[in-house]
């Protein structure tokens, strides 16, 4: 059974930083991608950040250069830095877990879902 826990959401100011933590349990093999989606208020989830199975990387063009998405697999942790943020990265960011993804970044890719942590940022 896969099972995914955010951490580290919070209120920052902007150009502030903050790191999402996310605990990853379940996942046997290496044929899952991890990622992080955010969903703001009257908007769809969008995804922002992919570690693949076959260890690429994929990020939104939105966050290219101010996000980076790592793993730390002695501590089954999926991690997202953020930097230099925006009122616009103001969401819920949730972790999503799934196995053989073919377009990275999709929603309806990955089976898997963390509860979320609230990212706001302001102005």
């Known amino acids: 059974q896969v099972h995914l826990a955010e951490s580290g959401g919070g209120s920052v100011q902007v150009g502030e930083s903050l790191r999402l933590s996310c605990l990853v349990t379940g996942v046997t093999d290496s044929s899952y991608s991890l990622a992080w989606f955010r969903q703001a208020p009257g908007k769809e989830r969008e995804g922002v950040a992919s570690?693949?199975?076959?260890?690429?990387?994929s990020y939104a063009e939105s966050v290219k250069g101010r996000f980076t998405i790592s793993k730390d697999n002695a501590k089954n942790t999926l991690y997202l830095q953020m930097s230099s943020l925006k009122p616009e990265d103001t969401a819920m960011y949730y972790c999503?877990?799934?196995?053989?993804?073919?377009?990275?970044?999709?929603?309806?890719?990955?089976?898997?879902w963390g509860q979320g942590t609230q990212v706001t940022v302001s102005s």
């Open positions: 570690i693949n199975f076959d260890r690429s990387l």
């Open positions: 999503a877990a799934g196995r053989y993804i073919a377009d990275h970044l999709a929603r309806g890719e990955y089976n898997y």
